[in-house]
C-alpha cells in the first residue's frame, strides 16, 4: 500500500500537577480521512484511560483549538472546532501541536506529525478505520493517581505483598502459601568465613526441580540445597562468584528452551537469585 498514513508522535508531558520525565510516548499510524476526535480516542486508550466522561482539546500552533462539545454549554464553544467533524488532512508534516484531556487534572500532550507518511500495513500488519498505536514507551501513570485498588490516601501504605500466593494455580509459583518464617521469596543472610562472603539462598522444592530437570547447571550446585527451616524450601550457601555461575545457567537455558512455560518459570527464578547480585 502506498505511504499515504500519518505518522503522530505523542508525548504525555504533565497531568495532576506532576511534570513527568522520562516522558511516556506512543507513535499513531493515522489517515488524513480520521477526524480529530478519532485520535483522541485513541490517545486516551494508549494511555490507559477509562474514565472518559471529560472534556479534551486540541490546540494548534495558531491558536485554533479542536475539541469536544458540551451539552450543557462550554464556555468560548462557538471558539472550538468540533473534533467530531474536523479531520487531519489540516495537519501538515512535521506540524506541532497539544492535546489536553480532563481540564481539571490536565493531562497535556505534546503531539508531532512525522516528516514523512508511511504505509499503515507496514507499521499495523492491517488497515484500521480509526487512529492505531504503533510503537511505545515509558510506564503510564493512572488517571486519578492510584497506585493499586480502593487506594484513595496518598499518605496510606500499600497493602502487604501477597507474593504471588493469593494468584488461581495456573502457572508456576502461582497459588503457593507463604511460608509462616516469611520465606515465600528468597532470603539473603550475608555471612563471613575465611574472610569470604557467603550467601545463604532459601528457595522452594519446586526451584530445586527444575534447577536440576531444566538446566545445564553444575549438579553440585544443585545438591548442596538442603531442606530448609519450612516445609516446601531448601536452602544453601554460595560464593558470590557460585551465584553469578548459577544465574548464567538459568539465562542459557531460558533463552534456548522452546517451552514458555519453562522459560517463564526460569525468568522467575532468576529474577528472584538476581536480587542477591547488588
Not at 499518605?155 to 494455580?169: A, F, I, W
Not at 495456573?170 to 518464617?181: D, K
Request: with cysteine; hydrophobic share 40%.
Amino acid at each position: 500500500m502506498p505511504r499515504t498514513w500519518l505518522s503522530i508522535e505523542v508525548n504525555l508531558v504533565e497531568g495532576r500537577a506532576d511534570i513527568l520525565w522520562p516522558r511516556p510516548g506512543r507513535m499513531f499510524a493515522a489517515s488524513k480521512s480520521h477526524t480529530f476526535a478519532q485520535l483522541a480516542e485513541a490517545i486516551d486508550a494508549a494511555f490507559a484511560r477509562w474514565d472518559l466522561a471529560h472534556l479534551h482539546e486540541f490546540r494548534m500552533k495558531d491558536e485554533t483549538r479542536i475539541g469536544s462539545s458540551d451539552d450543557e454549554g462550554w464556555e468560548e464553544a462557538e471558539e472550538v472546532l468540533d473534533d467530531r467533524k474536523t479531520k487531519l488532512n489540516r495537519l501538515a508534516l512535521g506540524e506541532q501541536f497539544t492535546y489536553t484531556f480532563d481540564f481539571g487534572d490536565g493531562w497535556l500532550h505534546v503531539c508531532t506529525v512525522g516528516p514523512a507518511k508511511i504505509d499503515p500495513l507496514e507499521a499495523l500488519g492491517i488497515l484500521p478505520d480509526r487512529p492505531l498505536p504503533y510503537f511505545g514507551w515509558g510506564s503510564i501513570p493512572d488517571q486519578y493517581g492510584r497506585r493499586w485498588d480502593g487506594d484513595v490516601d496518598d499518605d496510606e501504605e500499600p497493602p502487604v505483598d501477597p507474593q504471588r500466593s493469593d494468584l488461581p494455580p495456573l502457572e508456576p509459583g502461582w497459588g503457593e502459601p507463604v511460608a509462616e518464617t516469611g520465606l515465600g521469596r528468597p532470603q539473603a543472610v550475608r555471612l563471613v568465613r575465611s574472610a569470604a562472603d557467603e550467601i545463604e539462598v532459601v528457595l522452594r522444592e519446586a526451584d530445586w526441580a527444575l534447577l536440576l530437570d531444566e538446566t545445564l547447571c553444575d549438579p553440585e550446585l544443585v545438591e548442596r540445597l538442603r531442606p530448609g527451616r519450612a516445609p516446601g524450601m531448601v536452602v544453601a550457601t554460595y560464593t558470590p562468584a557460585e551465584l553469578d555461575d548459577l544465574l548464567g545457567f538459568i539465562a542459557g537455558e531460558s533463552n534456548h528452551t522452546r517451552s514458555k512455560k519453562v522459560r517463564a518459570s526460569l525468568d522467575d527464578l532468576y529474577g528472584r537469585l538476581e536480587e542477591f547480585e547488588s
